[in-house]
């Protein structure tokens, strides 16, 4: 290698870079016009450095599609999520308005048939109505103590449990129905099932089913 070439060798880095002083350029462009090897040089490196900005410029472009995708993951997560609350609450809605409340009517003892009859028309417009006599209300209760019924034994000759009849309401007409009944002769007491909450509902129905 001739001495100038190991020069200008040396030099065509900075020169490729554009960062040499301007005589030195000279000097290196002089001696390109006149050697092939330098030149073949030359290029050689304007190839690598050509090839080395395309991977970055690869790179680049793999970081920004990675942002992309993260990005486009999150958005998907908040959205199922948001989704997920959505489904839940329509759920908790839905079985808010299916399940009825109940008023169920307890009947003085001595309540006569007329009276008897005014109740149940009263509150029959405002849902299913069913009636439950004295005997079948201890007999559920018999039933519901099983084994223990014997706790009840004799409690049929001096029954304590009421006749009632319960209707199944829509939840804003209980205070109707409640005020409309509550007056009316023969009528002992008004009671009402009605849960304000529909998560406490929805909650209460949950551990219901489980028991
Ligand atoms: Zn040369």
Redesign the pocket.
Known sequence: ??K???I??DLLFGYNDGVISKSSTELVEN??K??????N?LEEIQKDSKDDNQEKEVDYLKKVKNKLKRRKKIIITVLSILFIIIVFNVVIFINYKLTPSEVQVFLLDNITEEQKDDIENTIKGFGDITYESKEEALNRIREKLGENAYIINGWDEDNPFRASFTVKVDSEDIEKITSLVENLDGVHSVEFMHIGNPYELFIINILMNKS
């Not at 006149?34 to 030149?39: G, H, L, N, P, Q």
């Open positions: 290698m001739k100038e070439c190991e200008v060798q001696h390109l006149e050697c092939d090897i330098c030149k040089k």
